[in-house]
């Protein structure tokens, strides 16, 4: 399985010295271990996720719709939070606030502060991932986080 992980990005890659996102690439390592451990609960997860597509997309944030809206009984806090926090150590830069603006991540982030039931954990998660994004220093991003209205609530949550 971990050579299929290689060949989907041998695959994936499209341009010649093609700069792979350090949240993708953080998303591969995180996946490569959970190969190394069928005995975790994230292994059919990313088996799954990787048996299901010839390429990856490198704009896209891996299992984020699966893992952060679950439903699945009472693993859902433990897929969201394992996300977020998967989250909070992959975002770098740039490039990868837009793969998370593309996607829509902080403002459903955002929009899950406001839900009745939300845990300690996943506030702490989502706050950490916004010091995160406004830890890059754009002033794009800055601006845009700005217009949403999310820096400065988010801020005072």
Partial sequence: MSLHLLRLLENS????AQRIPHLIAYFLGVFLGALFTP?????????????????????DVPLFYKMFC??????????????????????RDENDYKILARRHVLQLCFSQLH??????????????????????????????????????????F
């Fill in 39 to 59: 005995h975790r609960s994230l292994f059919p997860t990313v088996c799954h996720f990787l048996l299901q597509r010839p390429v990856l997309d490198f704009g």
């Fill in 13 to 16: 890659v499209t341009e010649r």
């Fill in 115 to 156: 839900c009745p039931g939300t845990d300690p954990g996943t506030i702490r998660h989502i706050k950490r991932l916004f010091e995160r994004v406004l830890g890059i220093r754009k002033s794009k991003v800055q601006k845009e986080l700005a217009e949403q209205g999310i820096c400065r609530e988010i801020l005072t």
């Fill in 70 to 91: 679950s439903a699945e009984g009472t693993v859902y806090r433990h897929d969201q939070n394992w996300l977020l926090e998967t989250l909070c150590n992959a975002v």
